[in-house]
């Protein structure tokens, strides 16, 4: 792929090029979260989202009752 490139093109994909394999691992995965701090994340969730569709209701409503 870094042989086609020209100029900072080609100095940039070689200065990212993977030369030997990582000695480090992979990162870990954050712990599962509590029940209810689920919960409570997709209530918040989903009210956040009713209260748009009730904007949305009232601005589409108000234009309507204009006309």
């Known amino acids: 792929m870094a042989c086609s490139a020209d100029g900072l093109e080609r100095k ?6 993977v ?4 000695t480090t691992s992979p990162c870990t995965m ?7 701090i689920l919960q409570d994340f997709y209530r ?3 009210n956040a989202a009713r209260q748009v ?10 234009l309507n009752k204009k006309q």
């Open 53 to 62: 569709e009730k904007w949305e209701n009232g601005f589409w409503e108000s």
């Open 12 to 17: 940039f994909m070689m200065e990212s090029l």
């Open 30 to 36: 954050p712990p599962p979260y509590k029940p209810q």
């Open 44 to 46: 918040k969730q989903s």
């Open 19 to 22: 030369k030997s394999p990582s």
